[in-house]
């Protein structure tokens, strides 16, 4: 233990700078990913409240199962950075080959049950007329399942190799490229004629389709991969590792269904109260959701170091990079918290010119900044756990506080309690601090028990 506290001061500075330069391209490729989602919003908002309520409500079941797809390719990280860390290019060769396939799957299936279960929103008490500009915008948003797919596949065996910064730079340069196509189609300039949330939706499609292109040739041609150029081969699949990545993915696909989906549910709640409401909503989580994806990029480092460190069967310093990330978090979301709290008035403005929707907007966004510093603890935790292939206690976990606690007293301050909106979001206020804690507690003790283990 002594070896380890003057280890962790002693190179406290370099694990820092190890972690911002891993981190940061992937922070800025996840708000790259998210400003797709943030640009959308943004640019339909000046239409009304109505196309903005449709967004949100299409967006909870796209999101949904985009995130299980994401938390599945997930599994090819730590993965591919364990077999990194012990020099393995065989191994990670491999591993790129199979999550092709599992992941070009995944995107098939995905696409499969979105496009069947759209039709479920006139089940979920919504308004009618929010449905209706919700579902087409839906369908056209669901053929950019499998790109995706396939761009995560991609990008996340990068990271494996701690290469993060062309994936950000291909995110940011398809994001240009989606914000000038929605000015196109959802305006009509050109010559084409206005096609309002729809456009959104193709402008979306095709910016997904190029992203995935882009990604799949930076892979196949970069000199960085040329060693693992025959995981682009087709066929002699092994069971074996695919039970092995399906085994990580899996849980790690439900740890985002049990997350994403009680924000989702959230959603469906909000409804409830009305239209207003729910593109109040929308903007807040919209915002919310920013400084989460940038925290995920923290996560991802987390899952990478923790891979390598693992790798080498290095514990102590294993654990020096985790605390690191951590502190980065902390501080990163304390700043979120202020921005949003200070500018709660001026960043719905940003969205839409209607006053009922602000003042309700506003008062989600002082919730959103209490829970920033729990929702980037939990993400980083989740994150590190991974990174020690440990992901079905966790899963666990996540359901029980967003499903047993965080939904029941949502629904009960919100509805019972008359609260509205805000109980909803106190609701999920709580998880989140409830989650964060138990998480973090369990990457604690984990790796104290790996310090004994190796005898450090």
């Known amino acids: 233990m002594i070896h380890f506290i003057f280890m962790t001061k002693q190179n406290y500075i370099e694990h820092l700078k190890n972690n911002f330069f891993l981190a940061y391209p992937v922070m800025l490729s996840q708000l790259g990913h998210m400003m797709v989602n943030v640009a959308d919003s943004l640019m339909v908002g000046q239409l009304g409240a109505l196309p903005l309520a449709g967004a949100s409500l299409a967006n909870v079941i796209f999101h949904l199962l985009l995130m299980f797809g994401i938390g599945v390719s997930y599994a090819i990280t730590p993965l591919v950075a364990a077999a990194d860390g012990a020099r393995d290019t065989n191994k990670s ?11 070009t ?4 299936f995905l696409f499969t049950v979105v496009s069947i279960g759209g039709q479920g929103l006139y089940y979920l008490n919504q308004p009618k007329d929010v449905v209706e500009k919700a579902l087409p915008y839906l369908n056209i948003i669901t053929l950019s399942m499998i790109p995706l797919m396939l761009f995560q596949t991609f990008r996340q065996f990068a990271e494996g190799l701690s290469l993060t910064r ?23 300039k050109l010559g084409l004629e206005p096609m309002g949330l729809n456009g959104a939706g193709w402008a979306s499609f095709i910016a997904r389709v190029i992203l995935a292109l882009w990604m799949a040739l930076y892979i196949y041609k970069g000199k960085s991969f040329i060693p693992y150029r025959k995981g682009f081969a087709i066929g002699r ?58 925290a995920s990029g923290l996560s991802a480092a987390a899952t990478i170091r923790v891979g390598n460190q693992l790798g080498v069967k290095d514990i102590p310093s294993l654990r020096a990079a985790a605390f690191t990330i951590y502190g980065m978090v902390v501080a990163f979301m304390a700043v979120c918290a202020a921005a949003f709290i200070t500018g709660r008035y ?3 403005s940003l969205y839409i010119d209607d006053n009922q929707v602000i003042q309700t907007a506003s008062s989600l966004l002082i919730i959103a900044g209490f829970f920033q510093i729990s929702d980037g603890v939990q993400v980083v935790s989740l994150g590190a756990l991974r990174g020690l292939a440990d992901v079905k206690i966790p899963t666990a976990l996540t359901f029980i506080a967003y499903w047993v606690l965080a939904l029941p007293m949502g ?24 989650v964060a804690v138990v998480m973090f507690w369990r990457f604690n003790h984990l790796t104290k028990q790996l310090l004994v283990k190796h005898h450090l």
């Open 93 to 103: 060769t491999e591993l790129l080959k199979h999550a092709i396939l599992i992941n």
């Open 105 to 108: 799957l995944a995107g098939v």
């Open 166 to 188: 062309q994936a950000m730079i291909i995110v940011i340069g398809s994001n240009i490229i989606n914000v000038a196509l929605n000015y196109i189609f959802i305006y009509g």
């Open 237 to 294: 699949y092994s069971k074996l590792l695919i039970r092995k990545i399906l085994s990580l993915g899996l849980p790690a696909g439900f740890q985002f269904i049990f997350e994403v989906g009680a924000f989702g549910f959230a959603v469906i709640m909000i409804g409830w109260i009305g239209t207003e409401a729910l593109a109040a909503h929308q903007i807040a989580i919209n915002l919310a959701s920013i400084s989460y994806m940038m």
């Open 346 to 348: 001026f960043l719905p």
């Open 411 to 434: 629904y009960f301050l919100g509805f019972e309690l008359e609260m509205g909106a805000q109980g909803v979001w106190y609701g999920l206020l709580i998880g989140l601090s409830i």
